[in-house]
C-alpha cells in the first residue's frame, strides 16, 4: 500500500534545541496532519494543515504544507524532555472522507 | 467526560482461533476507523465506518471485518487469527472533520 516518507526515523537532541522533520508522498494531498504518540498510547492530533502553503502553530510547534502539496514539515522550537515520542504525519488524497495515509514516524529522543 | 476505550488491552491467541477485539466510543461520532502499527509500516487502515450499517474496507482489510450495529461500537473480527496478524490494533473516531481521537490500543500476539 501507499506510505508517506517520513524523515529522520530517530533522533536524539538535547534539551533546548529546535527540531525538524519531514514528510515526502509521490502523491498530491488536500489535507496534511501531524500526531503524537506517547509510549502505550494512541496518537494524538497536535496540527492540520488545510492549504498548500499554510504555516500553522500550536505553541511551540509550527508545521507548513509544501507548495507542492507533496510534502510537509514539522518544527519543534526550544525541546523539553516531555516532547520525546512518535511523531506522524498523515495525509489525505481526498477531502471530505476522512482517509489517511500514515507516515512510518519520527522517534524523538530529547536528552536533558 | 466522553471517551474512546478498547478491550481487550492485550491478548495472546492461537493460530486459527476467531478474535474480537471491541472499540467504544461516547462522542457520538459517525466514523469509526480500525488501524493496526508494525514497525516500519506506521498505522495501515483496515476498515472503517461512516455510519450505523456502513463498513468499507481500508488498506489491509484481507482477514479482517467489522459489524456497526451501533453509534458507539464498531468491533474487529479476525476470522482465523494468523502469526501476521500480530499487532497493535488501534480504533479511532472522528465527527464530520479530520480530527481522529484514538483509542489506547490493543496489543494482539498470535502464536
Known amino acids: 500500500g501507499q506510505q508517506l516518507n517520513q524523515s529522520p526515523q530517530s533522533m536524539f537532541i538535547q534539551e533546548g534545541e529546535d527540531v525538524s522533520m519531514n514528510c515526502t508522498s509521490s502523491?498530491?494531498?488536500?489535507?496534511w496532519l501531524w500526531y503524537k504518540q506517547d509510549p502505550g498510547e494512541g496518537p494524538v492530533l497536535l496540527i492540520a494543515?488545510?492549504?498548500?502553503?499554510e504555516l500553522t502553530s500550536n505553541g511551540r510547534l509550527t508545521a507548513q504544507f509544501g507548495i507542492t502539496r507533496k510534502d510537509s514539515f514539522l518544527n519543534i522550537s526550544a525541546s523539553i524532555p516531555s516532547d520525546v515520542g512518535i511523531y506522524f504525519c498523515?495525509?489525505?488524497?481526498?477531502?471530505?472522507?476522512?482517509?489517511?495515509?500514515f507516515g512510518t514516524g519520527t522517534r524523538l529522543k530529547v536528552l536533558a | 467526560d466522553a471517551e474512546i476505550t478498547q478491550s481487550p488491552r492485550h491478548k495472546i491467541t492461537e493460530t486459527g482461533r476467531q478474535v474480537t477485539l471491541a472499540c467504544h466510543q461516547t462522542?457520538?461520532?459517525?466514523?469509526m476507523f480500525w488501524y493496526r502499527q508494525d514497525l516500519g509500516h506506521g498505522l495501515r487502515l483496515i476498515h472503517y465506518?461512516?455510519?450505523?450499517?456502513?463498513?468499507n474496507k481500508g488498506e489491509v482489510s484481507d482477514g479482517y471485518s467489522v459489524s456497526r450495529s451501533n453509534t458507539e461500537d464498531l468491533p474487529l473480527t479476525l476470522e482465523s487469527a494468523a502469526s501476521s496478524q500480530t499487532s497493535v490494533y488501534f480504533c479511532?473516531?472522528?465527527?464530520?472533520?479530520?480530527?481522529?481521537?484514538f483509542g489506547p490500543g490493543t496489543r494482539l500476539t498470535v502464536l
Open positions: 494543515l488545510y492549504k498548500a502553503g
Open positions: 498523515a495525509g489525505s488524497t481526498t477531502s471530505g472522507t476522512y482517509k489517511y495515509i
Open positions: 465506518s461512516y455510519g450505523v450499517q456502513d463498513t
Open positions: 502523491s498530491i494531498f488536500n489535507t
Open positions: 462522542w457520538n461520532h459517525n466514523n
Open positions: 479511532a473516531s472522528s465527527d464530520w472533520d479530520d480530527e481522529q481521537f
